[in-house]
């Protein structure tokens, strides 16, 4: 078990670019989500998808896309990057049991920089 | 989702019991209480989550008061590897996301 991977791990940007980062999970689970984090804070919500073929805004999707393109794999496009998009960016997905209890696992992270 | 507030940072002796603290005054009756931890620029790692009773695993226990207006995360012996952000966040029911607050950064000395 793999558990959630992303690729690239480090990447540099110019503004303007454009790239989509790239996330896959084989532990079966339904949802999947995409987080950033900037220096000293917590993580913030981009998008999530409940299932194959759902997504949803989050609290910062701004800037952002997303396809959920399989149950595997959910990725994230920024269509032309800006400064203020340099962060860590972490794909995590959801393991649901029982009655209402739900673990997120989350990937190594992508370190991105757009000068 | 109910709000949570935690102290900045705290240090504990390694093999001491580290005690992290965590406020929810407004959580409602079926938010579940969680708790995870990032360690260095790491993805976060589920640790414990909790409803009203106490709650125990193999990494730590989890004690909700009795109000549940506030929990504390123990550590009941803590090693170096322990070092960490760790972060309290309540759960509403029926919803799989998470909303991150900026956490305790805990720092454990030999």
């Known amino acids: 078990n793999a558990g959630v991977t992303q690729t690239p791990k480090f990447q540099v940007l110019k503004t303007g670019q454009s790239m989509t980062l790239q996330c896959a999970q084989d532990m079966n689970h339904n949802s999947m989500y995409w987080y950033r984090q900037d220096p000293g804070m917590g993580l913030r919500l981009i998008y999530y998808s409940a299932s194959e073929g759902t997504t949803d805004k989050g609290e910062v999707p701004n800037g952002y896309n997303v396809s959920r393109l399989n149950k595997r794999e959910f990725s994230l496009r920024l269509e032309s990057a800006a400064p203020s998009q340099t962060s860590v960016y972490f794909c995590?997905?959801?393991?649901?049991w029982g009655q209402g209890n739900y673990e997120q696992y989350f990937g190594p992270g992508t370190r991105l920089t757009v000068t | 989702d109910a709000k949570t507030t935690q102290p900045p940072s705290m240090d504990c002796a390694e093999g001491r019991a580290a005690n992290l603290p965590c406020n929810h005054s407004t959580i409602s009756g079926n938010e579940y209480v969680y708790w995870y931890r990032q360690i260095h620029s790491q993805g976060p790692q589920y640790i414990i989550h909790g409803l009203k009773n106490n709650e125990t695993n193999e990494m730590a226990s989890l004690i909700i008061t009795e109000d549940r207006k506030s929990s504390t995360l123990i550590l009941p012996h803590a090693t170096l590897r322990d070092t960490a952000v760790y972060y309290c966040i309540v759960r509403g029911y029926n919803t799989d996301k998470l909303i991150f607050g900026t956490g305790t950064r805990l720092q454990v000395f030999p």
């Open positions: 995590a997905s959801t393991r649901l």
